[in-house]
């Protein structure tokens, strides 16, 4: 089941495991990606909490969880080449994955039609 | 509100730019290549930056040049037909209200101001006008800077004769049948021209420029990453109404003969930090991290705030975060290690001199 948010999160529930990236959409406004952090495995985390930082060379950008639970995964390779982050790439490269305690959490989250509507 | 847009609009959308509100406009940013590709294309060949947000202003008349020195620290009579100076209007406080470029042409003064400043300059120009000087404001004029190495060589290949050119030269050439006026100066540290022309040609000259192949379209992103290397200030950022040119690093801009008479707006408090230093000065600062520190950042020298980031980023062409920012004087030495006060803890930072990036104009 995959979601969009508001800030440009977007989430896929797998059982209880729900992968978080950021959209094409974010990563375009971004532009060039100079800085990525990203959450250590283990961290207990609430629905809205900022858990992942983006910097780009105009701004930052924190990246919110759409769920509470606990970060179960990191995807670190990331952080090898911030160039292969691209609107291309985004829907592939999951920053971090979280085993959530409530799938309730989500309800409130977009489809890909309503995100793509809100985005214009 | 509607934005207002340069004639360039249309172009700069087919262009692929990703447009931003800017004072007031409809910007582009950056295009496809985006900041960092565009920033080291101006730094390596040419960039071209549709600045046609800025607002040009004419000053002629008899009481012209007694009327500019009123508002400013420049020496106006020094400044010989064809050529340019960058000036500033000061408060009498000594804060600066805007910077300007100024250049005189045709025995009139040229300015161009800041866009977010326009309305403002104005009003406090129109407000000291006497009746033996006349101001006209163009806002039909477009204005494009193409910047770099290879800015000179571009304009050449276009069948423009550069010969004895010089930084801070301004004259009329045509291009093709178009008569377009070219100042040798820039926002972004490099050899580079600022062309002034109607608006109705600027798309014509623009496509010109592009047609040479060797210039990289460029966005107000890379514009700043460029003079922030450049440590130029910006206003609103390294300059505002409470900050003094000789905080700003700008002393080369208060004219000898100007200190001397003591007789513009602030010269008393100026005048006190020319010879004695200002409190705090702008320095360039480069934290020991990967993560850039951002402005409004707070400094900080054994716990006690001593600074704050101005203008905080990423420089491309040191591939490293940069920033500019003001620190008390007596720590505004080169090396000197310091502390942002950044979310999650301080992060060192060192003070440089600026440029960050060695300035490269064509002095002839």
Redesign the interface.
């Known amino acids: 089941m995959l979601k969009f948010s508001e800030d440009h999160e977007w989430a896929n529930l797998d059982a209880d495991i729900c992968a978080v990236g950021i959209s094409p959409h974010a990563v375009?406004?971004l532009?060039?990606i100079?800085?990525v952090?990203l959450p250590d495995i283990g961290l207990a985390v609430n629905k809205g909490d900022a858990v992942a930082?983006f910097?780009?060379?105009?701004a930052?950008s924190d990246i919110y969880s759409p769920a509470g639970g606990e970060i179960v995964e990191v995807n670190n390779a990331l952080l090898d080449d911030l160039t292969a982050i691209t609107p291309e790439s985004a829907m592939a490269n999951w920053l971090f994955k979280i085993k959530i305690n409530d799938a309730g959490d989500l309800e409130s989250l977009m489809d890909e039609a309503a995100y793509n509507a809100m985005i214009g | 509100m509607e934005k207002q847009r340069t004639p360039l609009y249309d172009f700069h959308i087919a262009n692929g730019a990703?447009m931003v509100p800017f004072a007031g406009w409809d910007m582009p940013?950056?295009y496809a290549a985006?900041?960092?590709a565009e920033h080291l294309a101006t730094r390596n060949g040419a960039g071209l930056f549709d600045v046609s947000h800025m607002v040009q202003v004419e000053l002629s008349g008899n009481g012209a040049d007694a009327f500019f020195e009123r508002l400013t620290p420049t020496d106006i009579g020094a400044v010989a037909e064809g050529r340019v100076r960058y000036s500033m209007l000061l408060n009498d406080a000594g804060g600066v209200l805007d910077d300007l470029m100024v250049a005189r042409l045709d025995g009139r003064l040229h300015l161009v101001v800041n866009a977010g400043r326009a309305t403002h300059d104005i009003d406090h120009l129109r407000q000291n006008l006497d009746d033996s000087t006349k101001m006209d404001v163009h806002h039909d004029w477009a204005l494009l800077a193409l910047q770099g190495p290879k800015a000179a060589q571009v304009l050449n290949s276009l069948g423009l004769d550069l010969d004895g050119f010089r930084f801070m030269d301004i004259r009329h050439f045509t291009l093709g049948a178009v008569p377009l006026v070219i100042a040798r100066s820039g926002y972004t540290g490099e050899d580079g021209f600022e062309i002034s022309m109607p608006a109705n040609v600027a798309v014509d000259i623009a496509e010109t420029l592009m047609a040479t192949g060797d210039v990289t379209l460029a966005g107000l992103?890379a514009r700043?990453?460029l003079r922030l290397e450049a440590g130029l200030p910006l206003w609103g950022h390294e300059l505002d109404e409470t900050i003094t040119p000789t905080m700003a690093g700008i002393r080369f801009a208060l004219s000898k003969k100007r200190r001397k008479a003591a007789d513009f707006p602030g010269a008393d408090v100026i005048l006190d930090e020319f010879a004695n230093g200002p409190k705090r000065q702008l320095v360039g600062l480069l934290a020991s991290g990967?993560?850039?520190v951002?402005d409004g950042t707070i400094l900080l020298h054994d716990g006690v705030d001593i600074g704050i980031i101005t203008s905080g980023?990423?420089s491309?062409s040191l591939d490293r975060?940069a920033a500019l920012g003001f620190v008390e004087t007596h720590l505004a030495t080169d090396g000197t290690i310091i502390a942002a006060a950044t979310r999650g803890g301080n992060t060192p930072i060192t003070v440089v001199n600026l440029p960050l990036v060695p300035h490269r104009y064509f002095r002839g």
Request: glycine content about 14%; hydrophobic content about 30%; cysteine-free.
């Open positions: 375009e406004q532009g060039d100079v800085f952090e930082v910097e780009s060379v105009k930052a | 990703r940013v950056q985006g900041i960092k992103g700043d990453t990967a993560r850039p951002r980023g990423f491309p975060p």
